[in-house]
Every structure is written in C-alpha cells, then in structure tokens.
C-alpha cells in the first residue's frame, strides 16, 4: 500500500529529509515543483533561490521580540498582477509586471516564471 503526505513547512531542511517531491509557494502560489533534491540544489524560480539563501544558522542567543502585523505594502503584494515576485526579482522580463506565469515543465518539474515560459530564455519547448 502507498501513502502520501502534504506536509506544509518553511523549515526545507526537514522538508529535504522526508520529501521525495517539493512544491515551492510565495503568495499563496505554486512557484516550482519536483524532486526536492533538484530543486533544493538548483533551483530554477528566483523565489526558491532566495529562499534557500535566507536559511539561517541556529543562534540560540538572539531572541525574536518584534511584532509581526500584515502591513499596507503586504496587503498591497497580495492584489498585485503579474508575478507575485516581479519586484523583488533581479531576473525580471517586462511580462513579469503584467501576466502571471503559467507553470511551465522542465527538468523533469514545473516551475511558474517566465525565464522558463514561452517567451523565456529557457524555454524547453520546442
């Protein structure tokens, strides 16, 4: 018999361990999906790159005592068109402000950016 899990974490390292599968999401959105070793490794999408830059090391010495709120700016982020992550990426294609992308497929998974789309400069179909 074969199970699944959906495991939901912002914690990768464990997600690495027990995942044969990763979906990346930012916003509320599929950023990129597949194996979690290639996409952990070499990620395609620009948020995943970003995300697997920002682990940081344990300090058990720094505490966290700020309060978090959902500002104006965030709440602003989350009615955005185009790529939710457009102004935050160095990577950016003018489509990126005014179209999401659709996942594209990939190396064996799917990532949702325009590098990787019809119109990207890694586009994989032929």
């Known amino acids: 018999m074969f199970k699944s899990i959906i495991y939901i974490t912002h914690d990768l390292a464990t997600a690495y361990y027990i995942s044969d599968?990763?979906?990346?999401?930012?916003?509320?959105h599929i950023v990129e999906i597949g194996p979690v070793k290639k996409v952990?490794?070499?990620p395609?999408?620009?948020?995943?790159?970003?995300?697997?830059?920002?682990?940081?090391?344990?300090?058990?010495e720094t505490a966290w005592d700020e309060e978090i709120t959902l500002s104006t700016i965030e709440t602003k982020e989350f009615a955005r068109q185009g790529c939710k992550f457009a102004n935050r990426c160095d990577?950016?294609?003018?489509?990126c402000e005014e179209?999401?992308?659709?996942?594209?497929?990939?190396d064996g998974r799917e990532v949702k950016?325009?590098?990787?789309?019809?119109?990207?400069k890694h586009d994989t179909a032929s």
Do not use: D, K
Request: glycine share 6%.
């Open 21 to 28: 599968r990763i979906a990346i999401m930012q916003r509320g």
């Open 40 to 42: 952990l490794a070499e």
């Open 44 to 60: 395609f999408h620009p948020y995943t790159r970003l995300l697997r830059e920002s682990i940081l090391e344990p300090n058990s």
């Open 91 to 95: 990577s950016r294609l003018p489509i």
């Open 99 to 106: 179209t999401e992308p659709p996942l594209s497929f990939v």
């Open 113 to 120: 950016c325009w590098l990787y789309g019809v119109q990207g």
